[in-house]
């Protein structure tokens, strides 16, 4: 009997030190993949030294957070603040992920790094380290406003406002093309990204955080299994 969950892609980080293992590791938040596994889906795991045709069962992808992605992508010399990732090559294969997920179609949910790399990817930059005055963006809850047109708010049950558990010190400068910015922080920064033309949501803020609390976070682990279903059924039967 064929299961009707959904495999959700989740790319990994690479890092040189994990507890227990004398070597490194290839990490995913157990959060986000409790709030995938709540939805009703299966999360892969998948490290950044894939590369194989795992992608060819996978029915929607989740990219989480994680560290700085490296100015030089976007064409920008690394200011003192910048915190890079263990493994050189990262960014490069978070990229390709995006990249490999658009070109089959998969719906997407794209958190904090996640949003800024597909911003840089095409062709955006970032602001290396937004300030902290007047709202701190690292390990806070802010509100966020939401435009009313957006998908966002569509898989947000059409709010126009919500809470959000915050963690970053980068944040999106100039916008890629082709993407529109769809809620920003009272502050002026950037919160959430889109292209219409794609079945992605990217989000600064880190909803699986109090995703087992808060509904609005567990409706964006939500939605990325309900279109990865959908995917799943009009693509396998």
Not at 166 to 181: I, N, T
Request: hydrophobic letters at 40%; charged letters at 20%.
């Amino acid at each position: 009997m064929t299961s009707d969950r959904p495999f959700i892609a989740v790319p990994a980080m690479w890092s040189a030190q994990i507890k227990g293992l004398r070597y490194s590791g290839s990490v995913v938040a157990n959060a986000v993949l409790d709030s995938i596994a709540r939805a009703g889906g299966d999360p892969l795991v998948i490290s950044p030294a894939t590369n194989s045709n795992v992608w060819s069962i996978v029915d929607g992808m989740v990219l989480p957070g994680g560290s700085d992605i490296n100015p030089a992508r976007y064409g920008a010399a690394a200011d003192e603040t910048y915190v890079g990732t263990d493994y050189a090559e990262q960014d490069a294969a978070e990229a390709k992920a995006i990249a490999l997920a658009q070109e089959m179609g998969l719906p997407t949910l794209l958190i904090c790094r996640g949003m800024q790399l597909w911003n840089v990817e095409r062709g955006g930059t970032l602001i290396q380290h937004w300030p902290d005055d007047p709202q701190q963006h690292v390990d806070t809850v802010h509100d966020v406003e939401i435009a009313t047109d957006s998908r966002l708010a569509a898989v947000l049950g059409d709010s126009r406002e919500v809470s959000v558990s915050s963690y970053h010190h980068q944040a999106v400068h100039r916008v890629g093309a082709g993407l529109s910015v769809v809620a920003r922080s009272s502050d002026g920064c950037v919160e959430a990204i889109e292209d219409p033309e794609l079945n992605t949501v990217a989000v600064q803020w880190h909803p699986e955080d109090r995703s087992d609390s808060l509904a609005s976070d567990q409706a964006l682990f939500d939605w990325i299994v309900q279109e990865a279903r959908k995917r799943r059924e009009s693509t396998r039967g």
